[in-house]
């Protein structure tokens, strides 16, 4: 299903391996290799991180979260300063998302009065979570706020219904997902800026296939979406159901278009997804894991406040080439600094842990091009079985 592509973007695949495949995605500010990991800027900054940091781990695109920038400071100030690119320094990739989960999810409210987010066909009405103000975000007024926003990707606005909602309520979901769908097409955007859908389903695989079919074939005035997202996993359903959906859908999704897993997540999760077919990722896991003192490995996970590295004088991973590892600074280092709440521990922890998640995904491009991709994920997955 070949669409027309919004200029400056192209999407071309280089290799496969099954199902897993390696791609360049070009976009006006760079070109992404797939697969791809998106580390979150949920306020326009990945939390503690410089862009330059941020960029030496490996990251080719970052995220960028529609709710929280268009509550503070808001999408004028931000397209003033020259769009997300200008105002947050990043040279590379953007996206943003819809800002609909968050929403949902974080829309606050006052006690005693209305419920903190209502849904209906024309949009999601919701509560700051700073202030209590009222707004309301629509299909149209989603695609404006991330026109002013400026990255290079923006996101429809989409139903996520919770992970094991019954049927009848995800056959729902998908059909406003695919109404909000043509809304966002028809509306103004800037010329050189990509709009993607947002496959919903749940772990239903027929609707995800035919919801996948139908948003492919979607063309309002010459208008298509660029790429296609699977949006509704990790929301409460089992994880091995969420593997055995993703492998029966992802390939399924047009493959003329990038395909990105929204919010997922461990490096399990993108091992079996790359198989199944997913070009590109995004989750909060290893910053938040490492501000919570959490180290990950390709052996799995180092909780560093644990009293047995008191006296460690390894880095978290002796083969690791990020700033923490190959700086020498000690578990035994890290633990004192975390104890103390120091500030420093959780930017080197951060550092660490976006950095393996670019190793990963790097791994994979590399091993899908060389046609060793199924011994590549078998050994990391044996890796992370084994633990520390």
Known sequence: MTAPRTPGFAFRVVAESGHARSAVFTTPHAEVETPTFMPV???GSVKGLTP????ATGAQIVLGNTYHLWLRPGPDVVAGQGGLHGFTRWPRAML????GFQAFSLGGGTPGKDPLVKLDEKGFTFRSHLDGSKHE????EAVRVQGLLGADIQMQLDVCPPGESPRPIVEQAVARTTRWARRALAAP???RQALFGI???SCFPDLRRAHADELAGLDVEGRCFDGLALGGFSVGEPIPRMYETLHEVAHHVDRERPRYLMGVGTPRDLLEAIDAGVDMFDCVLPTRNARNGQALTRFGRVVIKQA?????KRPIDEDCACPCCRGGYSRAYLRHLYLAGEMTVLRLLSVHNLHWYGELVAGARAAIRSGTWPGYKAEALARLEKGQ
């Not at 330059?52 to 960029?55: K, N, P, R």
């Not at 943003?96 to 800002?99: L, M, P, R, Y």
């Open 189 to 191: 955007r800037p010329e």
């Open 199 to 201: 496959v919903q389903g």
């Open 41 to 43: 800027g949920t306020q």
């Open 137 to 140: 975000l629509t299909p149209e």
């Open 96 to 99: 943003t998302d819809s800002g």
């Open 52 to 55: 330059d940091e941020v960029a």
């Open 308 to 312: 047995q590295w008191r006296e460690d």
